[in-house]
């Protein structure tokens, strides 16, 4: 049921929706999906990027801001916006993870947006720098499917994440393409992607709820390998990730999302068989 405030919502997805009047660089409109839990102090530094970029961009646009039982003042700052800016907040009453809000996120998208249209996920903690959104954008408009703001390609470029840390991820990327190959992935669990919408709504289609299943990080793996199944085309772009902008303590704990990503892949594989 929608809340008594004004675009935010509780369980159902009915709103009027929004749309900002430009000349669009393409017959699209650009969902943007932000993941949020305690994100008060980097939220909104990033809607304000965002909204630069698409200004530059001259794009019609939509940030879904998922709150996901943030106990600080997430919400007040994505209700702060709202009477602004083209603002949608989906919010859990309690913590659920990164799955159920990426899947909450996705699901309100797919039930509004247009077939042509694409949908952009990026951290809400102002790591991820918007200005790639254009580039990102070129690819998908070049017929790429899925494209992944990448540490893994020439020019990307990682500030503030400890070395041991960067270590740790990078073996587990060779372990993912080893086990589980997706042609043109190379980083398997950034958040940073852009999809076009009717891929996820092929996706909602065939897997319903269990589209994204998994509770924690590794439902980025679990993403990538049940579109994998729908013949998506993947691209990646170099990522210029910026922990050191972050304010608060990372969320993730690497290694057990590793191994929980590397349990997925495993039972992915059993059901398929030896062949991937």
Known sequence: MASSTANVLKMNFELTPYLISSQSILKKKVWIVLPAFNEAKNLGKLIDSIVATMGRLQLTYEIVAVDDGS?????????????HLPITAVVHSTNQGL????????????????????????????????????SMLQSIEEGSDVVIASRYQNGSVIRGVPSFRQWLSLMASYLFRICFPVTGVKDYTCG??????DLIQSA????????INQNGFECMVDILI??????????????????????????????????????LIAKHRLKLGVAV
């Open 71 to 83: 106990r600080d003042q997430t919400l007040e700052v994505i209700r702060r916006y709202q009477p």
């Open 226 to 263: 049940k579109l994998r199944k729908l013949e998506a085309i993947f691209r990646e772009v170099p990522l210029v990730l910026r922990y050191d902008l972050k304010e608060g303590e990372s969320k993730m704990r690497v290694a057990r999302t590793i191994f929980r990503s590397l349990t």
């Open 204 to 211: 909602f289609k065939k897997y319903g709820d269990s589209f």
């Open 99 to 134: 799955g159920a809000t990426m899947r909450d996120g996705f699901y309100y998208v797919s039930q509004k947006a247009a077939p042509q249209d694409v949908v952009i996920a990026m951290d809400a903690d102002n790591t991820h720098n918007p200005g790639l959104m254009g």
């Open 192 to 197: 940073y992607r852009a999809y076009r919408v």
